[in-house]
Every structure is written in C-alpha cells, then in structure tokens.
C-alpha cells in the first residue's frame, strides 16, 4: 500500500519544492478542468446526458489529463534545469520555476480567453 501512495503521491509533484509546487497545481487546476469540461461536453450525446455519468467521467478524464501535464512539465522543468546548469546561471532552479510559472499563467489567460469561460474556477 504504500509503494502505491508513494506513485501516486509522485505524480502530484511537479518539482520538489512545496510552495513552487502549489503555484504550478494552482494554474493546472483550470486548465484541466476546461480540457475535461470540452472533451465530456463534446462527447455528451454519447452519454445521453446522464449527470452522474458525465461528472464521474469528467474527475476521471480531469485526473487523466493532469497527470499527463504533469509529466510533461516535470521533463520541461528538468530540461530547462539543465540548460540553464549547463550556462553556469545562478539559481538554476528559481529561474526554471518562474520560467515554468509564467509559462502557465500565459497558457491559463489563452485557455481563459479561448473557451470564453465564465465558470468560478477563473478569475473575472
């Protein structure tokens, strides 16, 4: 059981830093949420608009998608990492997060802006 909570627990973490890793979560939330929310509203005929249907559906598709972004950024964060190592630039891993951080803050304001969304998950 707890080699299972450590995998799972290891998919949660984008990087090992606490406080960068609850920015990073903070900017995937939305953008997983309207991923999820296109993909199961798009495909809503198909489950003959059934609600507990489409919302157990939407958590999983949700979850899906997160751990996919997030095995994605942590290779972007290392690789980034690693270049900016390999050019000797102090605070390597500061310059990666704030790289990463905005990096989701400008895919946030363009999936905010390209679903017209007006849900509570995002800003006004």
Same mark, same amino acid.
């Given at each position: 059981m707890k080699i299972l909570f450590e995998i799972v627990i290891s998919m949660w973490? @984008? @990087?090992d830093n606490g406080f960068v890793n609850w920015i990073i979560v903070g900017f995937l939330g939305p $953008? /997983?949420?309207m991923l999820s929310f296109k993909f199961i509203g798009d495909g809503a005929h198909l489950m003959g608009y059934n609600s507990s249907v489409m919302s157990f559906s939407h958590w999983v598709v949700r979850i899906f998608i997160? #751990? $996919?972004l997030s095995s994605i950024l942590k290779v972007l964060f290392?690789? $980034?990492n690693i270049i900016l190592s390999f050019f000797r630039i102090v605070e390597s891993f500061s310059w990666t997060a704030i790289l990463i951080i905005l990096f989701l803050a400008v895919c946030t304001i363009f999936i905010? /802006? #390209?679903f017209r969304t007006k849900n509570k998950v995002f800003w006004k």
């Amino acid at each position: 059981m707890k080699i299972l909570f450590e995998i799972v627990i290891s998919m949660w973490d @984008v @990087v090992d830093n606490g406080f960068v890793n609850w920015i990073i979560v903070g900017f995937l939330g939305p $953008i /997983t949420y309207m991923l999820s929310f296109k993909f199961i509203g798009d495909g809503a005929h198909l489950m003959g608009y059934n609600s507990s249907v489409m919302s157990f559906s939407h958590w999983v598709v949700r979850i899906f998608i997160y #751990f $996919i972004l997030s095995s994605i950024l942590k290779v972007l964060f290392y690789m $980034i990492n690693i270049i900016l190592s390999f050019f000797r630039i102090v605070e390597s891993f500061s310059w990666t997060a704030i790289l990463i951080i905005l990096f989701l803050a400008v895919c946030t304001i363009f999936i905010k /802006t #390209f679903f017209r969304t007006k849900n509570k998950v995002f800003w006004k």
